[in-house]
């Protein structure tokens, strides 16, 4: 009979060997330079010689000190953004907008509730354009009554042509009823509700959070380094206060909300005729904290497509009709959000809740072995090297960095982590979260749920469980 | 001896000279004929592997259409040292990603992993060409499963059955007149012994081109390459293909449906665009940029800023390489919206028939065909594309690097040429989906 405990330490072993050589990998790379330019902007230039285009992001870290503390405040980041960079309502022509059309127009937003994300590409000789771009970002001064009144007409149906509304509207309400009384919770307003804005409340947070204090901007590309920075210095002169004290950031709750509270499930019913659209969100500790990996870990084991526990019990209706979820990391500054989504028919919501709560409590009977560790801290170092054939990945480190106030670069943080992270110490973070909420196991498990689909057919849906509606009209 | 006698097999490494677009771009080919491609990138740590094989669903004959659709399927099944399903445990397991392109002229599949995983992923693409076991018995049941998967697809929505009437009728006469897999619900009762006929062209060497893109030792490739494919027997010897583009079409196509219980109006606008071989489809990709790319977003702004329609514009173009159909498709929730609509579109249209575009209109949109052409170079799975469907097409490389030239050559009357050509009423099918 073959020691099994013998081959799972050797391969254990080669593994952590493995792994050490992979921290010597992960430093093979395109060469960073940081600057801070006169007006407080923090900019790395990477320089990769490969690169036959500009690709640039411009972060924005929101200051949420002088909102209002009433009902209507979530719209308020939302309409600034939207004021500002909304195609549809650009009348009078700002500067704004027109500077990224004569960067050539391929620009990408990423709204979350405590940043914004600008991703350009644009061709080398348009470097100067660039600048031209960011002094008008900090300089915006084209706020119009009647730019704002087609805000407030326009927004939700602007937002329904969108291709994924319904995913970023799913995040927006989930966050909501994760964080209700916190900036991060600041994210969805019902239509009535962005009446009671005004021109003011948009131009106030502009102010306070379109800071270059308050900006990374990060540039990758074959371009000398210097003179990029040179360039940026003479576009931005005059702009802002180099003198302006340091970031203060959004007021984010350090603690991560305990898995014991109650989960909300909540339906968005609208029109649309395709099945529903399934969104789990569960608030994590961030990447600062050591478990925040033996969480990544725990969801990895349960969610992960085709090896995840809840499509192991054979003959299950979700392994049968292949339900992948899709899963997604969302860093902040004191907390990070797990988002899992997959489109699923209306007969299986109860199901599939029902089987996810089953494997999580399940894991308190039977742990994580070691075969499913090894897959998952496998998975991520992998996915890590895969990530590489993105040319926006190096920048993306950046930003995260950036987000989760990480004070480590993350192709350092993640071998690190591994390193001291172990099945014990994963399965001793699945028992602190199961009996923290134990009075609640046989009810639910925290977190929650937005479903987002036609009215009708959930209407007819019975449920054992209680439900938010929220009804797109 | 053995690494000898892969040195032989190996005939020519040779450098292909792609200035400034891809660095150290090296191909050779295997004695059964077999093309090989390789990107190496030395920075990165994945790697990729595109087989692309010079066959697709032309090559069907009469009665199993919709096989080659079905073969994307089969590929996870049984081979010589693996069970149903083991490709796909193995390929999650290294976190890599995979995809299929199945077209009328081409079919591929592509996959990334970490670099590390080289050697896995050749294995697994030389096992299924060497020793796909594919019986009567699996056969009979992934016909089955495929033909509810076809039903489920064909009963879809209205803009489904719309589009599918309008992509037909657009690319009547053509090798590409029928949906991929229109006619795979016959599939159920083909014949085994043709779809294995018909599978052998997938396992043909000489009908299949490697890109390998990532992290290697390019010495240590080729031996594992030749350790892998260089057994497959050598197959026909590919022939430079004559593709023959279509014209446009002559005379225009109306059709109207009444559907009930439908919340919107909609209209499905369709024209035949020029082959991909044709010189000609660089200008139509331009318009197709300059009408609906939502970063330029010329018809949305016609449509939607200055109308105030509150239209949903979609819109899709072919990949094919003789013909092509584009079709816009615009849904509005008043049927008076979608009369304005189309009367806004047609002015459009006819306006970028009668005059030469502006020049910052013009700029705008070369600046954007270029940058997504760079991007496309910039990614494995996107450039490996672009590598072996350029080789299929021309017997040669130099594409790559005159496409991105002939995008900053593109001049307004070239635009305005291709818009008479391709944009008139006489090219265009056209299908109004009303509300009952």
Redesign the interface.
Known sequence: MPNNKKTNKTIFGAFIAALLTMQA??L???QVHSFKTQNGITLRVIQDQ????IHAQVLILFDFSDLPSSHFTPSIPEMTVFHLFA??ID?PSSPLLRNL?RL????QLEMKPDFLRISL???NDRLPNFGAFLKELYNYNHFFLKKFNNSLENYW?IFF?QENWKSILAERIGYSFLFPDQPLGWCFTPYTELRQLNLFHLRSFYRNSFQPQRSKVIIKSNVNPHVTLGLLERSLHGSGDSESSAITTPTLSPQTPRPDQHRKIVFFAG?D?EPPLFTWLEPLPDVNHPDHLAHLTIHQAIF????GRIYQQRFNRFTARAYQFTSEVIHHRGVSVIKHQTMINYPDIEPLISLIDQEKRRLLAQPLDRREYL?AV??????????????EQEVNNEVFQFIAGFNQPFNKWLPTMVRKLSPEKTNNVVAAILSSGKDNLQTDLGGTIVIIGNRDPLIRQSFSFTVEWIRQD | MKRTLAALIIIGLTAVQIP??I?NLYSFELANGLKVFLVP?P????A?LLVYHLTGARDEPAGIQGASFLYQYLIYQKTENLEAGDH??IM??????MASRINYDYSSFYK??????INTVLWLESERLRSLQLDDHILDQQKKLFNSRIVRKRGG?VENRAYNWVHAAILQGTAYEKHLYEDAGNLVNADNSDLLKLYRNFTDPGRIILVIS?RFAIDELKNLINRYFQSLPAGSRTRPVTFFPAEPRREIIFENWVEADL?YNLVVIGFRFPARISHDQVFTDFLRYYLIDE???RL??AL??ANNL?A?INNDLTDYFEANSFTIQISTRKRIQLEQAKYVLNRELEFIQGTPLKSQDLR?VK??M???Y??N????EERSYLIADTFHRYRNLGHLESHLKRIQRITAFDIQRAAKKYLNRDNQVILNVYAE
Do not use: C, H, W
């Not at chain 1, 490969?50 to 285009?53: I, K, L, V």
């Not at chain 1, 050539?104 to 620009?107: A, K, R, T």
């Not at chain 2, 990334?112 to 995983?117: A, G, K, S, Y």
């Not at chain 2, 170079?377 to 494995?380: A, D, F, G, K, T």
């Open positions: 990998i992960f093979v790379g395109n490969q690169m036959s285009f195609k549809e009348e059309r050539g127009g391929d620009y590409n644009f061709p149906s042509r029109e005729s992960a497509f085709p090896g897959e496998n998975y991520f170092l992998n996915k890590a090297k895969v990530s590489t054939a993105d040319f | 400034a677009l660095n990138e920075n990165a740590e994945y990729s796909f445990l999650s397991k290294t976190a890599g990603a990334i992993v970490p670099d590390t995983e929505s990532g919340p970063r330029l977003s949305d702004y939607n800023q509150e949903r705008a600046t954007l270029e940058l997504d760079l991007k170079l910039s990614r494995p």
